[in-house]
């Protein structure tokens, strides 16, 4: 048997046809022509017509020009260009591979520059229209035109980094290369030019984008639909891209989220978080009142729903218009409890799935090293805590991306643009939450100082786009936030700084002790332990465990000649002294020392943060030493090196892994209020006056509100809002005296000698909150509230609905 011997030419034509006879002998009288006269400089040369199942007389007139170097390969359907391209590419023989459209549109003289780039050292050359030097001589139709960019653009974000016209049908490969990408690709349609170059790229071959004339010609193939067919494949490409380690990660994420929270998850609206104090109340009455104001196109930043008749500055509380807003559809639909309730979860897993990204690409490739990182970064014990109540320190998935895109303008490579999504994205997470990006931003701060100063040369080289970069996501931010920021800070309700008390800072024990609810409990201590060092439940800042805080520091002086290690231990400590507060006292004396937090303590936006939060940046940084260390472990050849760190390793993550959230059953909403009977007592331009008031302490008449789809108004809440002539910021409503009252007898059980001047002061509260009814609800010392409340009044309540009722229209 003899060998079958393939000869092989200098350049191959591919030009994919689909019902092409108008167009198609044109294109081939000029290319042939062109090709012969130049024969000194592209040798030898072959045509391949890759018909994709024309139905008109295409594949006739190829095979009626009788030139054995003119050949023809059908495909019996029409399945669409890809697969037309895959069976042409795969006939050539070419060392060089010229792939174009069938109309010419870049003329086949550009060919010689194309010839130029790839003889320069590149895999590929591909003409474009998009880079400086290209000519248009006939315009697209703009709808095209800008479809085309908007495509371009996704294409660069999503597929091919760097390349700005993908889809122009001019390119030129070295032989060996085309087919192996050809011949790997998968798509049948107009996608295959995204997946060819995605190949190229991911097998570091270099490409040269080349500016080439190109005109628009009539009777183009490219409907309409045909570009959401493209965004289809560019998704399928998307998709197929994804490791499977990347996407059980991202699955295992979404299981720990719904674990943490499967105790409210299934059923949101019938189950509550009692850990979360009077948040969940809260939060869900933000996405309820986002929804409201979304959907009736009232002011996103205000409201007196609550807090009536001032009402709440929105913006100066944390409603997240970043995500309230987007949900506000889900909201309407399901109410906000299960609205909340999805957020939360799906931000937690989003959060933990963009530290995995982060690690992965900054820090360690090892895969199982970045998921057990990112799961300490998203879940350690002040991220569990948090997410009882607080979603604004829960989902943080623009926290890494910010980071990310940062350290990329360090490079030096595109600071404009780069700077720019900087710009953007801290846009966004300033609707998401302020206090967040001030944390990330002091702990950015941290990492860049401890690492420029280990590696001077890199901060040397990197101080100056990074500054530019800087300065240009200022000048992107600013215009985005700057009248929400005026409305925060100076618009109705605006205050000027929260108090916290003197000093809400970590006790130094709060650092290395445990965290009150862990998985495996005989590890940890006791949840009174931890409510001892800390401001409540959602607070508990800190609560690393000592086990984990040591493995921290044997990380560290192992790996300390890495200057990432050194730059990651001086965030982590850093934050962990700064979360001390102003003053802290070393634990089992009365010595008390001033901390590095009162440097900042009392300037502008320092003012407003719980200091002990700042032991939140600790998670993420802890979380990469981690990595780091796994990633070192499984390099490793000595297996008892391997064995004793990853028993190490273990004993200190078992203390931290968190417990499902405790949740209960939701105490009933009255039938007063669900079914709708208060609407014939409160009058427009009225409120409902719950009894007490709805307070930080005490606010299920929010969830009232927002069963009865924000139907009446109350006095008092649960919100930031100022209190005094110097407006400082306060927890609930400016205190009136009825309210005062009100509340120490729920509290006390004390009622106080009432007379006319109490009586004359109830009428002046009642006629200020403009009230229409008064509600008292089955709770602690109800009947001594209902004895103060019918004093006030001069008439006992009326039971109805179960509740007592006060018609404040009776009697005049």
């Not at 299934?266 to 009142?289: C, I, K, M, T």
């Not at 998203?378 to 989902?395: D, E, G, L, Q, R």
């Not at 929400?484 to 108090?499: E, N």
């Not at 800072?505 to 006791?526: E, H, K, V």
């Amino acid at each position: 048997m003899s060998a079958t011997v393939i000869r092989f030419v200098d350049l191959s034509v591919v030009i994919p046809a689909y019902n092409e006879e108008q167009r198609l002998g044109p294109t081939l009288d000029a290319v042939t022509e062109y090709l012969t006269d130049n024969e000194s400089r592209f040798g030898e040369w072959e045509i391949v017509v890759a018909d994709d199942g024309s139905t008109d007389g295409t594949p006739d007139l190829v095979t009626a020009r009788r030139d054995p170097r003119v050949q023809l390969v059908t495909a019996p359907r029409n399945r669409g260009k890809g697969h037309a391209l895959r069976l042409g590419v795969a006939a050539t023989r070419g060392q060089r591979v010229l792939v174009t459209d069938a109309d010419l549109a870049a003329p086949i003289e550009e060919l010689e520059r194309l010839d130029k780039a790839l003889s320069e050292g590149n895999a590929g050359a591909i003409g474009s229209r998009s880079v400086p030097g290209a000519t248009i001589e006939s315009r697209q139709h703009r709808v095209r035109e800008l479809l085309g960019r908007a495509g371009n653009l996704l294409i660069r974000r999503l597929a091919v980094p760097g390349i700005r016209d993908t889809q122009c049908g001019f390119k030129l490969f070295e032989g060996d290369r085309a087919r192996a990408a050809f011949a790997a690709s998968r798509l049948n349609g107009w996608g295959i030019d995204v997946e060819v170059l995605q190949y190229f790229h991911r097998s570091g071959w270099p490409v040269a984008e080349v500016p080439v004339r190109w005109s628009h010609q009539a009777g183009s193939k490219v409907g309409p639909l045909d570009y959401g067919r493209v965004l289809a494949e560019l998704g399928r490409l998307k998709a197929r891209s994804v490791r499977p380690a990347d996407l059980l990660a991202t699955v295992l994420f979404l299981l720990m989220a719904v674990a943490l929270y499967s105790g409210r998850f299934f059923d949101p609206g019938h189950r509550y978080l009692p850990d979360s104090l009077q948040d969940q109340n809260q939060w869900e009455w933000f996405f309820a009142v986002t929804a409201d104001s979304a959907a009736h196109l009232h002011n996103l930043f205000f409201t007196d729903l609550q807090g009536f008749p001032d009402g709440v500055n929105l913006m100066a509380n944390t409603v997240m218009l970043g995500l309230s807003v987007p949900f506000a559809p889900i909201t309407l639909a399901f109410g906000p409890a299960l609205s909340l309730s999805l957020c939360m979860t799906l931000g937690l897993a989003g959060t933990a799935a963009a530290w995995y990204w982060l690690i992965v690409k900054r820090v360690v490739r090892r895969r199982a090293a970045a998921f057990v990182g990112a799961s300490l970064a998203a879940f350690a014990p002040p991220m569990v805590s948090h997410a009882n109540a607080h979603p604004n320190f829960v989902i943080l998935f623009m926290i890494p991306l910010i980071i990310d895109r940062a350290l990329r303008l360090c490079t030096g490579v595109r600071v404009a643009r780069d700077g720019a999504v900087l710009g953007l994205m801290a846009a966004y997470q300033i609707f998401l939450g302020e206090e967040p990006l001030l944390l990330a931003s002091i702990g950015m701060t941290l990492f860049c100082a401890a690492y420029g100063l280990v590696r001077r040369d890199v901060a040397k080289a990197a101080w100056r786009p990074l500054t530019k970069g800087l300065l240009v996501g200022g000048a992107v931010c600013l215009p985005i936030v700057a009248y929400p920021l005026y409305w925060q800070f100076t618009g109705p309700q605006s205050y000027q700084s929260v108090l916290h008390g003197d000093n809400a800072g970590n006790s130094p024990l709060a650092l290395i002790a445990f965290a009150g609810r862990s998985l495996f409990s005989g590890f940890s201590g006791s949840a009174q332990k931890a409510s001892s060092l800390s401001l409540n439940p959602t607070e508990q800042n800190a609560f690393y465990g000592w086990p984990l805080v040591a493995l921290a520091f044997a990380i560290v002086v192992r790996l300390w000649e890495k200057a990432l290690v050194k730059a990651l231990a001086v965030t982590a400590v850093g934050a962990a002294l700064l979360s001390l507060g102003p003053k802290f006292r070393i634990p089992l004396t009365d010595t008390v020392y001033p901390g590095p937090w009162a440097l900042l303590a009392h300037k502008p936006l320092f003012e407003s943060v719980i200091e002990g939060r700042l032991a939140m940046i600790c998670a993420p940084a802890l979380g990469m030493l981690l990595a780091l260390a796994l990633d070192g472990l499984a390099a490793t050849r000595r297996i008892g090196t391997l064995y004793g760190g990853l028993l190490a390793v273990s004993l200190a993550l078992l203390p931290v892994i968190p417990a499902p959230l405790r949740a209960v059953d939701r105490a009933p909403v009255p039938e007063f209020i669900a079914d709708g009977m208060w609407k014939s007592y409160v009058r427009d331009g009225e409120s409902l006056v719950p009894v007490p008031l709805p307070d930080p302490g005490a606010a299920e008449a929010l969830h009232w509100q927002t069963v009865a789809h924000l139907g009446f108004k109350l006095p008092g809440g649960y919100f930031n809002g100022p209190w005094g002539p110097d407006r400082i910021g306060i927890y609930g409503a400016a205190p009136r005296y009825t309210s005062d009252m009100l509340r120490d007898v729920r509290y006390t059980g004390v009622v106080p000698t009432i007379g006319k001047n109490w009586r004359a002061q109830a009428r002046q509260d009642f006629a200020y909150w403009h009230a229409g009814v008064l509600v008292l609800a089955p709770q602690p010392n109800d009947d001594r509230l209902r004895e103060a409340v019918s004093e006030l009044v001069g008439r006992p309540g009326k039971w109805t609905g179960g509740v007592w009722v006060w018609d404040l229209h009776e009697g005049g």
